[in-house]
């Protein structure tokens, strides 16, 4: 009973810290962060389509463009607490809802699912929050080259080609997710628009519908290139995002569905940016 307790107040510390306003504030930094990442990827993808590349048309591509700006190091540590803030808000939210693992039915499923995401997010932000950190400390490096080592070395472990196949499905399943939430509009439940003027949740909406669509196209792409490695026992093959983007660049109309994307993507960063304005749903 005791040690019950103990964890309930724990819970509470954590649901209280979850939604405490310093956090919410820095939150909302993060996602103002995240969707200027996503905005600088659908600019680098645009001049990858135009032949005015340069740089990895991904999250590294982004923060070396952030670092090659006249304040590119402090901005780096703000994307990077932002980052670490938004894991922090994630990892609440995972405690808040794990008193409904135990429930049955739909409150159960609900709990787990909300869990799952909450997870699943919590870890894109750390991953990002380090690569910023690399960066800002002068040790950054391509983001296909860090996939491609990183899979090389899961393909030494037991069952490693198994692991990064099914690393890829999960990627293809993540990014038909997002697609559905563009086209359903499902997004919308997530955040409160009850305060929106009607211009500004038409924005959000348009955003959406753009947004998730173009960056489920990537996802998608990014893990279908991760099981063919996995396929082909060949770690060459996990291009990361950059790669994804170039090889819809070798299609036919390639440049034309290459822009569409570059644009699905940054919309989906301009989303962000307007998200931050708006507190999230239960």
């Known amino acids: 009973m005791k040690a019950q307790g103990t964890a309930r107040r724990a ?18 930094i993060g996602l103002i962060a995240f969707g200027a990442v ?15 590349g340069g740089k990895s048309a991904d999250q590294s591509g982004a923060m070396q463009t952030l670092t090659e700006s006249p304040v590119g190091k402090p901005l780096l540590w703000v994307v990077a607490v932002g980052m670490i803030a938004l894991a922090v808000w994630q990892a609440a939210e995972v405690l808040r809802w794990r008193s409904g693992w135990s429930s049955s039915g739909k409150t159960r499923t609900k709990a787990l699912r909300k869990s ?44 490693g080609q198994f692991l990064v196949g ?8 993540a990014g038909v997710w997002h697609i559905r939430k563009g086209l359903t ?13 009607a211009g500004a949740k038409s924005l ?9 669509p173009g960056k489920g196209v990537a996802l998608a792409l990014v893990g279908g290139l991760l099981a063919y490695a996995a396929l ?4 060459s093959k996990a291009q990361g995002l950059d790669g994804a983007l170039k090889t819809i660049l070798q299609l036919p109309y390639g440049r034309i569905l290459l822009t569409l994307v570059a ?10 940016l307007v998200r931050a304005r708006y507190p999230e749903r239960t």
């Open 38 to 52: 996503h905005l600088l990827i659908g600019w680098l993808a645009l001049q990858l389509a135009w032949g005015g």
């Open 185 to 197: 509009k499902s997004f919308l439940k997530q955040i409160d628009t009850s305060d929106c003027t």
């Open 116 to 159: 799952g995401n909450a997870l699943v997010k919590a870890a894109i932000y750390i991953a990002l929050a380090v690569l910023a950190i690399r960066f800002a400390t002068g040790s950054g490096q391509s983001s296909s080259q860090q996939q491609q080592e990183t899979t090389a070395g899961i393909f030494g472990w037991p069952g």
């Open 11 to 28: 819970m509470g510390k954590a649901g209280r810290a979850g939604d405490s306003d310093g956090l919410e504030h820095l939150a909302r």
């Open 166 to 173: 099914a690393a890829g499905l999960v990627l293809i399943g």
């Open 204 to 212: 959000v909406t348009r955003l959406g519908q753009i947004g998730f």
């Open 232 to 235: 082909t026992f060949d770690p």
């Open 263 to 272: 644009v699905g993507i940054a919309a989906f960063g301009a989303f962000c």
